[in-house]
């Protein structure tokens, strides 16, 4: 990454797009806290996680949901048990394990109203690795919801299905973002995705971003400047 400066504020909705290898999911690994910068600084409510002492940093990761594009699920745990795991940075050791065995009534009924939400409360007791593509990606999305984060991040969270399905779980977590007030950032590759369904639109190309605007402000040549081949001699 490279002379990237960004500022994401509660309940703000940013698509990130550009080429492969732009670093779309390096920058979505600082805002969460994943991986360490080697040079400035990323701040969570003000706090420089580089200073922060470890338990102030698991705070801070426990508050900011992820969706991985490989879903990061567990394939031989049950959808419930999968779900029930979006709370464990936010438990002891001895709480965890007993959420995953046996989670309370009352986090049972929380997680079935959160899967029914997104249309697969039937799956609750499902083997993760039944399910679809889909239904993977929505229980991922619900994982990371549980754990009551106030900004959510999605890395390509619909690279693995087609275009209308594609286009509902995106509609889907702008709506989740916007009822619980929680900033949402995702990477996509797909430009139209993008520009019909985020107000701000972040380009990055080769580690820098290119842009950083209001959508509605952009035109094909910031978009096409994105993956435009480079000169030669010049770099990526």
């Known amino acids: 990454m490279d002379r990237v400066d960004l500022e994401l504020r509660a309940g703000e909705m940013a698509a990130i797009v550009g080429p492969s290898g ?9 805002l969460n806290g994943a991986v360490a910068p080697t040079a400035g600084r990323v701040l969570f409510e003000g706090r420089d996680l580089a200073e922060a002492a470890p338990d102030e940093l698991r ?10 594009q490989d879903h990061a699920l567990v394939p031989n745990l049950r959808v419930v048990q999968n779900v029930a795991a979006g709370r464990l940075g936010r438990r002891g050791l001895f709480a965890s394990l007993r959420a995953l065995v046996r989670p309370s009534r009352e986090e049972l009924i929380e997680i079935h109203a959160l899967l029914d939400r997104l249309g697969v409360a039937h799956k609750l007791y499902a083997r993760t690795d039944t399910l679809s593509g889909g239904e993977l990606q929505r229980v991922a999305i619900a994982r990371a919801l549980h754990q009551g984060p106030r900004a959510l991040l999605a890395d390509e969270p ?35 995705l993008a520009r019909a369904a985020f107000p701000r639109t972040i380009g990055m190309r080769a580690g820098r971003v290119v842009f950083d605007a209001p959508t509605a402000e952009l035109d094909e040549r910031d978009f096409a400047r994105l993956y435009e081949l480079p000169a030669a001699g010049a770099d990526a």
Do not use: C, Q
Request: glycine share 6%.
């Open 158 to 192: 619909v690279a693995s299905v087609d275009p209308e399905r594609a286009r509902a779980i995106v509609a889907l977590l702008a709506e989740l973002s916007a009822e619980r007030g929680l900033a949402l950032v995702v990477s996509l590759h797909d430009l139209a």
């Open 22 to 30: 732009a670093g779309k999911t390096t920058l979505l690994r600082l």
């Open 59 to 68: 705070a801070a990761r426990a508050s900011v949901g992820f969706v991985h």
